[in-house]
């Protein structure tokens, strides 16, 4: 099944402990970027990647990092987490994205 | 700074009649524009998108219209069935990259 595999689905941790979400997609497109949605704010983009080892900050980069070493894999980290970025998260793929992303379940993010 | 807007949080309409979702844009480089819908505890699922030199795209039950000199698009859904109860974003794209979201619209389809 084709699918965006996004893990963990929920996570609480404390501020400034290191994380890693991951994610990864079996349907070998190109370009993988990672949202946070806020209520009232929609959706916005934090990284995306056109392919391996190409990545370009979003919207809202502040506080995250990302890799792209394989092309099914895209990886975010949050070095030192804050409240601020407890959030809910998607990864999404896609071979041409004005045709549309498809999104991973998301992952539910609390930093306390 | 929102460059895509969708002012009405929620929609409410009857089983079988039209639903009619707007958005609005500000940057008038977006190349593309897209519609998602977004169950509860999903990922939102891309519907149907159309270009920025095209006025009308439709796919099924949805058509999406875009009227450029106002900045504006909808998307209308005919019609309107219970199942399609959820979240829908809008959302826009520069370069293939850079796509923005809409703050979403609940729609509640009524039987």
């Known amino acids: 099944e084709a699918q965006v595999t996004q893990n963990p689905r929920y996570l609480i941790t404390v501020t400034g402990k290191k994380l890693t979400v991951t994610c990864s997609q079996n349907?070998?497109?190109?370009?993988m970027s990672w949202y946070r949605q806020d209520p009232g704010l929609g959706l916005r983009q934090i990284y995306y990647?056109?392919?391996?080892?190409?990545?370009d900050k979003g919207d809202v980069p502040e506080g995250y990092k990302v890799s792209r070493k394989e092309k099914r894999n895209f990886p975010l980290i949050l070095e030192s987490p804050s409240p601020n970025q407890t959030s809910l998260y998607f990864c999404?793929?896609?071979?041409?994205?004005?045709?549309?992303?498809?999104f991973g379940s998301g992952t539910r993010l609390t930093v306390v | 700074d929102q460059q895509v807007k969708q002012n009405s949080p929620s929609l409410s309409v009857q089983e079988g009649r039209i639903s009619i979702l707007n958005c609005d844009y500000t940057?008038?480089?977006?190349?593309?524009f897209l519609w998602y819908k977004k169950y509860p505890a999903e990922g939102p699922t891309f519907l149907i998108s159309?270009?920025?030199?095209?006025d009308k795209n439709e796919d099924g039950r949805f058509t999406v219209f875009l009227n450029k000199s106002a900045k504006h698009l909808s998307l209308h859904i005919v019609p309107s069935q219970p199942g399609d109860s959820a979240v829908y974003f809008c959302?826009?794209?520069?370069?293939?990259?850079?796509?923005?979201f809409g703050a979403g619209t609940r729609l509640t389809v009524k039987p």
């Open positions: 159309i270009s920025s030199i095209k």
């Open positions: 940057n008038s480089m977006f190349d593309y």
């Open positions: 999404a793929s896609s071979r041409t994205p004005n045709y549309g992303y498809t």
């Open positions: 349907m070998n497109h190109e370009y």
């Open positions: 990647s056109m392919n391996v080892e190409v990545t």
């Open positions: 959302a826009a794209t520069l370069f293939n990259n850079d796509m923005r």
